[in-house]
């Protein structure tokens, strides 16, 4: 019999940035193990330190992302209209500081101009295809729409699509989606 908690799972959220405007869309399961313990939780958050107007969406444990969210929100108190600098100083603090480290989230965040991913091996990255997506039905959803980013949609089109296409494939994944543009 193992003593090992089974781990709560799911979650995909996605970033799509395309015809100048900018979308993250999440999912809402947390599953732990094989039950669905909630079908409605809202990933996908607006900032607006200092003025400044920031989406956010996360992936891993809420209490770990609650805790990146609001360090990000004072990196970009102190540097405000810099999501570039603010990220990189939450991944350098995530990355070296001891209580940080320990954290087990991702994040992707926009000011509507920048998109990110900011992970706990003190990466910043930006997508190259201007579309990214982390969690556990991530890869499907980043696959569906790399696929649609040549079509006619609208970067929330892309989004809500590639995420009807990852509910279907991960069981982690449901299709009550929080999305907000920037």
Not at 135 to 162: C, F, H, I, P, Q
Request: proline share 2%; hydrophobic share 40%; charged share 25%.
């Amino acid at each position: 019999m193992s003593n090992e908690f089974p781990g709560w799972h799911g979650t995909t959220i996605i970033g799509v940035k395309k015809g100048g405007e900018v979308v993250i869309a999440g999912d809402g399961q947390v599953s732990l193990g094989q039950t669905v313990i909630k079908g409605t939780a809202r990933k996908v958050r607006r900032l607006s330190p200092g003025g400044t107007d920031i989406v956010a969406g996360f992936a891993g444990s809420t209490a770990d992302a609650f805790t990146l969210l609001e360090r990000l929100e004072a990196k970009l108190e102190a540097t405000p209209g810099q999501l570039q600098r603010a990220s990189v100083e939450l991944a350098k603090d995530w990355r070296t500081d001891k209580y940080l480290q320990k954290l087990e989230a991702m994040l992707i965040v926009s000011d509507g101009a920048e998109l990110y991913v900011i992970t706990g091996a003190g990466d910043v990255l930006e997508p190259e295809h201007d579309v990214t997506a982390i969690g556990s039905g991530g890869n499907y959803a980043l696959a569906a729409a790399r696929g649609m980013m040549d079509s006619d949609k609208t970067a929330e089109e892309v989004a809500r699509a590639a995420m009807a296409i990852a509910a279907d494939i991960c069981v982690y994944t449901n299709g009550n989606l929080t999305v907000e543009k920037i």
